[in-house]
Structures are given as structure tokens and as C-alpha cells.
T-cell receptor, first 112, second 115 residues
Framework: TQLLEQSPQFLSIQEGENLTVYCNSS?????LQWYRQEPGEGPVLLVT?????EVKKLKRLTFQFGDARKDSSLHITAAQPGDTGLYLC????????????FGAGTRLFVKA | ETGVTQTPRHLVMGMTNKKSLKCEQH?????MYWYKQSAKKPLELMFV???????ENNSVPSRFSPECPNSSHLFLHLHTLQPEDSALYLC??????????????FGPGTRLTVL
């Protein structure tokens, strides 16, 4: 069974700190996506990584896809209160069809 | 504003009630999805519709009944629910569900409480 495990489950940090959250699987994914979900809203796509070893940057957010395409990380530099939210990783099931599986998420709280 | 709207935003219902959730997408996408989001659990895919045809039913109990009259509208009819069905129900749409890494656009969700 393909699973995506995210860690940590919860993270509370001060404004200005750096942090890294992880998304791991024992299965290979053709791509992985990161979404952010703010309270009272649905998830919004941040990035899609496709190539093993790929690094993508989105302002203070850096996303990396593992060389073996089994894991991904999200690093936030100088976190701000606006970064608060639930960070979800997601990927397509290898069995084809129209299924995407999601991790349980990392809930980040950045204190001012 | 993601282009996907859901109504109602909040719903409280008894176990014997019948209610419906509505989703509308204004993005011209071909596929629509229902997900269930419970606390500390991954999003659970419930149903997928592609060009109005149901392509996935992820072993969802029959007390949840989807309806997709056209590519822009999706309903979830609820009947005889259980308290454990209380969750956030998210609707999403995408352009090409068969493509790996297809971006899904989510609505804000309906927070459902079953008493």
C-alpha cells in the first residue's frame, strides 16, 4: 500500500526561525506535490516536483524531491506568522486511474 | 478564491436527516472530486467524476450518494449518517486527472457535524 508519512505532525516556532518538514514513503512516486491549507479553507497547491533530486524555490520556501523519488522536504527560511497552516504532501497512485493520496500533514504555527 | 465554491459552509444534522452538499467550479475543468478530511488523518478520496462519469468510488458507504449533473456541478447527498461521519468535506476540480501531478483546486469545504 502506498502511504505518505509526514513529520513532524505539529510544529510551533517563533517568527524568524528556520524549519524543515518531511514527507516520506517506501514507494516511488512519479511526482509529489505540496499544498498549504489555512484554517477555514481548502488546500492550495504550492509546488509540484517531478524529477529526482529536483529543488524548487518559492520565495522563502525550498522544496526538494529525493533522488529516489520516495521522499520530499520543505524548508522554510525566516518563518513568518503568515506561514501558519497545515502543510500536506500528495502524490498520484502508481496503480493509475485518478487517485491522489495525501499525507496527514504537518500543522505549523508561527508565533509573532 | 480558488474558483471552487461549496455550500453550505457549515451543516449540523441528525442521524435521520437527509441533506445535500453542493460544489460548483468556475474553472472549466473536466474532473471533480469529493474528499473527507478528519482530524489528524490524511485526506480520504471518496469519489471522482471525469466528464460527468464516476471513475472512482473509494469504498464509500451507500449513505453517501454523489451526483454530477454536468462538469461544473457536483453534489453529495447525505442520508442516515453516523456521528463518525462528522468531518470537513472538500470538493476539488482538476483539468486532466489522468496526468501525474495534475493540480487540484479545492473549495473551502463544508464542516459537517452529525448529532
Amino acid at each position: 500500500t502506498q502511504l505518505l508519512e509526514q513529520s513532524p505532525q505539529f510544529l510551533s516556532i517563533q517568527e524568524g526561525e528556520n524549519l524543515t518538514v518531511y514527507c516520506n514513503s517506501s514507494s516511488v512516486f512519479s511526482s509529489l506535490q505540496w499544498y498549504r491549507q489555512e484554517p477555514g479553507e481548502g488546500p492550495v497547491l504550492l509546488v509540484t516536483v517531478v524529477t529526482g533530486g529536483e529543488v524548487k524555490k518559492l520565495k522563502r520556501l525550498t522544496f526538494q524531491f529525493g533522488d529516489a523519488r520516495k521522499d520530499s522536504s520543505l524548508h522554510i527560511t525566516a518563518a513568518q506568522p503568515g506561514d501558519t497552516g497545515l502543510y500536506l504532501c500528495a502524490g498520484p497512485l502508481n496503480t493509475g486511474g485518478f487517485k491522489t493520496i495525501f499525507g496527514a500533514g504537518t500543522r505549523l504555527f508561527v508565533k509573532a | 478564491e480558488t474558483g471552487v465554491t461549496q455550500t453550505p459552509r457549515h451543516l449540523v444534522m441528525g442521524m435521520t436527516n437527509k441533506k445535500s452538499l453542493k460544489c460548483e467550479q468556475h474553472l472549466g475543468h473536466n474532473a471533480m472530486y469529493w474528499y473527507k478530511q478528519s482530524a489528524k488523518k490524511p485526506l480520504e478520496l471518496m469519489f471522482v467524476y471525469n466528464f460527468k462519469e464516476q471513475t472512482e468510488n473509494n469504498s464509500v458507504p451507500s449513505r453517501f450518494s454523489p451526483e454530477c449533473p454536468n462538469s461544473s456541478h457536483l453534489f453529495l447527498h447525505l442520508h442516515t449518517l453516523q456521528p463518525e461521519d462528522s468531518a470537513l468535506y472538500l470538493c476539488a476540480s482538476s483539468q486532466d486527472p489522468g496526468a501525474g501531478g495534475d493540480t487540484q483546486y479545492f473549495g473551502p469545504g463544508t464542516r459537517l457535524t452529525v448529532l
